[in-house]
């Protein structure tokens, strides 16, 4: 890795995460972690932090609209509020009296693409919870336009490229595939009843992802260390990625790059933590080393742009920069106040900024092009 000066930000003896009452039942890492004590962030290598973000409690979710103008960003207790991507500033705020009564965290965050039969703006997002809602809200109104209620938790959701439809995943074996107009859910896929035919998960599900360039198919991946392929037509997943290093997803850590066909994958545990696979084949093409100094068990990974690799995640309560090329970290954020349990970019081609959730911090971050 190459290195600059570390410096820290803000020091702070903060302990790490505690989910608090109506949330026992809502495990991220599924095995509990070491409670450590922060010494307070600091950069190290080609990494600028470009503004942080306090918030008013303990952070679950974020996620950047695509035009990058305002950021999302997900609690505890069910509220989202809204931040101007510039100032920072809080401009709106979500959460009604259904919300407050489950008194159960937001899972994830999805703002609606625009479709053939809504081509303009709706400011309509989706956001799911662990009490099993699904909620379409008119976020400049500050209005729930729909509320959908699964008997699960519902962990994570994805819209296809179109925005005509869109999947939910969670505590459970279904991914059911809902039409975005309707609200109906027009196909379950699961696995089938064969315990000898692993064609579906066995565990929670954290992750699911359209293809962005393959109309109707997606992926999913969990507990269960498999990758699952599915297609929208068919109700079993039609392959998967297993094996001794299977992915381990323990949140959002599973990403397709629309220019190469390659799956990422960042897994919670000490080794094999950060890998890429053809989506074709369902190969493996490498394993990404971690730092040597920074081991960090992830939660987090993602696509930043065409050259560059995010992820984040807890032990060392890390983000970290990593090029795609050379596999070299470019630059990282450590000793954040807890483990990142979110994470998201602006997708932009040309240095896009990264958001991470770390306790009750955003942190923005860039690479630093020296």
């Not at 899972?107 to 379409?136: C, D, H, M, W």
């Not at 450590?334 to 911090?361: E, F, H, I, W």
Request: net charge negative; hydrophobic share 35%.
């Amino acid at each position: 890795m190459t290195t600059a000066t570390s410096y820290h930000l803000n020091p702070k003896n903060v302990p790490t995460r505690s989910l608090g009452a109506g949330a026992a039942d809502f495990d991220l890492d599924g095995g509990g972690e070491e409670v450590k004590v922060s010494k307070g962030p600091f950069v190290e290598g080609q990494i600028k932090v470009l503004q942080i973000i306090e918030c008013p409690m303990e952070i679950m979710t974020c996620r950047y609209h695509k035009d990058g103008s305002i950021l999302a960003v997900g609690f505890l207790d069910g509220s989202i509020k809204i931040y101007d991507s510039d100032s920072g500033k809080d401009i709106y705020h979500l959460i009604d009296d259904e919300v407050k009564n489950s008194r159960l965290p937001v899972t994830s965050i999805r703002f609606q693409p625009l479709s053939e039969e809504q081509p303009s703006p709706t400011n309509i997002l989706v956001a799911t919870y662990a009490s099993g809602l699904v909620k379409f809200w008119h976020y400049s109104s500050q209005k729930c336009m729909f509320t959908l209620t699964e008997k699960r938790q519902t962990l994570t959701q994805a819209f296809n490229p179109e925005g005509d439809r869109f999947i939910t995943a969670g505590a459970s074996m279904e991914i059911p595939i809902y039409d975005t107009k309707t609200k109906q859910c027009i196909r379950i896929c699961q696995p089938s009843d064969s315990r000898n035919i692993m064609n579906g998960h066995r565990s929670r599900i954290f992750a699911v992802q359209y293809h962005p360039n393959i109309s109707g198919l997606f992926i999913s991946g969990g507990w269960d260390d498999t990758i699952q392929f599915w297609d929208e037509r068919e109700q079993h997943s039609i392959r998967k990625i297993s094996g001794v290093n299977g992915p381990h997803i323990c949140g959002d850590a599973m990403d397709i790059d629309p220019f190469h066909g390659h799956i990422l994958t960042g897994s919670w545990r000490k080794d094999n933590t950060l890998q890429i696979w053809d989506f074709a084949s369902g190969d493996k093409v490498k394993d990404v080393p971690q730092d040597t100094l920074q081991r960090c068990q992830l939660y987090c990974a993602q696509w930043l742009g065409r050259d560059m690799i995010a992820c984040a995640g807890s032990d060392n309560n890390i983000v970290r920069i990593i090029d795609r090329g050379t596999l070299n970290t470019i630059g990282q954020l450590v000793d954040l106040p807890q483990g990142v349990y979110c994470m998201d970019n602006t997708r932009a081609n040309n240095n896009p900024k990264v958001a991470c959730g770390s306790k009750n911090s955003i942190y923005i971050v860039r690479q630093d092009k020296i």
